[in-house]
């Protein structure tokens, strides 16, 4: 039965990456710089001198990827902007590109991504030498074990079919710079969440300098907030947003699963549509083991119970949640996810949280 399970998992990758790749035809002609210095990043790379055209910024609600340490950096073209119209999905300029810096100890890979068309981003990846004197284009199917994440556990750069799957299954490609992401009504209960950096840019910052347009002004008036029950479930379901809902939305290639993660904000109608997808509904996977017999989304009280807690918590390649770029368990994640599941669904509060509500519960 595993592996059929497999087998089922490997034939509806394929069939995703035969469909990326059609998307991604009317660009086909164009190619990543060979060095990660081309790309425009470095006003001087021998220095490590970013390019002051470029950026930084940090997203509330980051992706685990091992505990890595990562950096980020937008650039828009000259005289553009963000149309900002509708606030679920920005249509960034044709030029646009981005870079994120993973970094375990040393320096070991950047991400790339630019908007070369109207309808084609191109992806590419560096791996920096071990000495950091050098980074260069990864292979197209990435880098196993390119460097030790943790004690005996190897770090995978991945391939550019890898980043065509998590970031084309959504409106917009760009997953970590959202109204939301960037809101400056940050969760203190992000898991994660980098401290902003002196220069980073949030979305006051950028309507200031005219790099986003067309924002409703109820959004700017009232920044992005998940609404929750309790500032635990914040956190809960922003994490979910940021691991999960990269796949796991009502549109898009998984919509047909029925499980939508996309977190919904204050101002949106309607209770969390993670609970109305996941609480109390069977499971398409059982998760089964030694310990465990599991066939329910989410059991209210049980996390032992719960398909979405148990995946999360392993990393058996079969089960793991996410599916890709992982192989440690974000351990805080699960503790923060069971205790959501066990005392949060258990015995919601008669009224969500809102807005004015700011202590803290852990």
Not at 159 to 187: K, M, N, W, Y
Request: charged letters at 25%; aromatic letters at 6%.
């Amino acid at each position: 039965a595993g592996r059929m399970r497999r087998a089922r998992r490997v034939r509806v990758g394929l069939v995703a990456l035969v469909l990326l790749a059609g998307a991604a035809a009317p660009g086909a002609a164009a190619q990543a710089p060979e060095q990660l210095a081309e790309t425009g990043l470095y006003a001087d790379f021998a220095a490590r001198a970013i390019d002051p055209a470029n950026l930084p910024f940090s997203p509330q609600y980051p992706l685990w990827t091992d505990g890595a340490s990562k950096r980020r950096w937008i650039r828009l073209p000259a005289g553009t902007a963000i149309d900002a119209r509708d606030p679920a999905a920005w249509v960034f300029p044709v030029g646009t590109k981005f870079w994120k810096e993973f970094a375990f100890e040393r320096r070991v890979e950047t991400r790339y991504i630019e908007r070369v068309s109207a309808r084609t981003w191109l992806y590419a990846t560096y791996l920096w030498t071990a000495d950091g004197r050098d980074a260069r284009l990864a292979p197209e199917r990435g880098v196993r074990g390119a460097a030790e994440s943790s004690p005996g556990v190897r770090y995978d750069v991945p391939g550019r079919g890898d980043c065509r799957i998590c970031h084309e299954g959504r409106a917009t490609p760009v997953l970590g710079f959202t109204a939301l992401q960037l809101s400056p009504d940050r969760d203190p209960l992000a898991l994660h969440a980098e401290r902003p950096r002196p220069g980073d840019v949030d979305l006051r910052a950028l309507v200031a300098r005219d790099l986003v347009r067309g924002l409703p002004a109820s959004t700017l008036a009232h920044p992005p907030r998940i609404a929750a029950s309790t500032p635990r479930a914040r956190a809960a379901l922003g994490y979910l947003q940021a691991n999960c809902a990269i796949c796991h939305t009502a549109s898009g290639d998984l919509a047909s699963l029925g499980l939508d993660l996309d977190a919904p904000l204050e101002s949106g109608p309607g209770p969390a549509s993670a609970l109305v997808t996941a609480l109390g509904r069977p499971s398409r996977f059982r998760f089964k083991d030694a310990r465990h017999d599991a066939d329910v989304r989410l059991v209210a009280g049980a996390p032992e119970r719960s398909v979405l807690a148990l995946r999360l918590a392993t990393r058996r390649p079969a089960a793991q949640m996410p599916p890709l770029g992982t192989r440690v368990v974000d351990a805080e994640a699960v503790a923060l996810i069971e205790a959501w599941i066990r005392e949060d669904l258990a015995s919601p509060p008669s009224a969500p949280l809102s807005s004015s509500h700011r202590e803290i519960v852990r």
